[in-house]
């Protein structure tokens, strides 16, 4: 069950272990990189070229110099600002922030890694290759046959369902029709009463 209190979310995050700390420093590669590397992304370290792709110093392109593990920052070679008194301090970024452009593979374990996460991507993208096909060849007669019946059947049922339906209506309005005409044939059409002023009117009228 996941924490959903902020306070025990931090806690958490604040007082985690190396080996789970070390996922949050996690960038994206470039896509030149990625290609290159066939690594989608990595953990950053001390070494590495990153470009901040978010915030006010959005474009900067630059070597990480130091990472700040206790508060998930790292510092970029040059990236600094003013203070009032007019020195310059270094500007902190979260690894969020930033996209590796270049990686530092001075170190054989993180060698190893990338050569590691290469040889999975390499088997991945064979395995979906073998797949893909195969299914697509073993699906197509069998999907092709399914549609033939389909269209033969129907060819023979609807015809022969409309023909009734049609016949079946025409009967009922028959039926329905024939009672109400007797009917108005036998009503004998009434007098219209005159009132007697009306015919007081006409008799003056024509004398």
């Given at each position: 069950?996941?924490v959903?209190?902020?306070s025990?979310?931090?806690?958490a995050?604040?007082q985690?272990?190396d ?11 470039s896509?030149?990189?990625a ?7 990595l953990?950053?370290r ?10 006010d110093h959005k ?18 070679e ?13 500007v ?5 922030k ?7 593979l001075?170190d ?5 890694i990338v050569?590691r996460k290469k040889?999975?991507?390499a088997l991945?993208?064979?395995?979906m290759?073998?797949?893909?096909p195969?299914?697509?060849?073993e699906?197509l ?7 033939e019946?389909?269209?033969?059947e129907k060819?023979?049922?609807k ?21 109400q005409?007797a ?8 007098k219209?009463r005159i ?8 008799s003056?009228?024509?004398?």
């Open positions: 069950m996941k959903t209190k902020p025990k979310q931090r806690k995050l604040f985690a272990p080996h789970i700390r070390r996922r949050f420093f996690t960038a994206t590669l896509s030149e990189l290609a290159s590397q066939r690594v989608k992304s953990p950053v001390s070494g590495d070229t990153v470009r901040v792709m978010r915030g474009g900067f392109e630059g070597k990480i110099s130091r990472v700040d593990r206790k508060e998930y920052r790292v510092f970029v040059g990236l600094t600002r003013e203070k009032v008194d007019g020195t310059s301090i270094p902190a970024v979260h690894p969020s930033v996209m590796l452009t270049s990686l530092n001075d054989k374990w993180r060698k190893k050569e040889a999975a991507a991945e993208a064979e395995k290759a073998e797949k893909k195969q299914k697509r060849l699906k007669p069998e999907i092709a046959e399914v549609r019946k389909a269209i033969e060819a023979q049922k015809p022969a369902r409309r023909k009734k339906r049609a016949a079946e209506k025409k009967l009922s309005e028959k039926t329905e029709a024939e009672p005409r009917a108005k044939e036998e009503k004998p059409r009434k219209k009132s007697r002023r009306k015919l007081a009117e006409q003056e009228g024509e004398g």
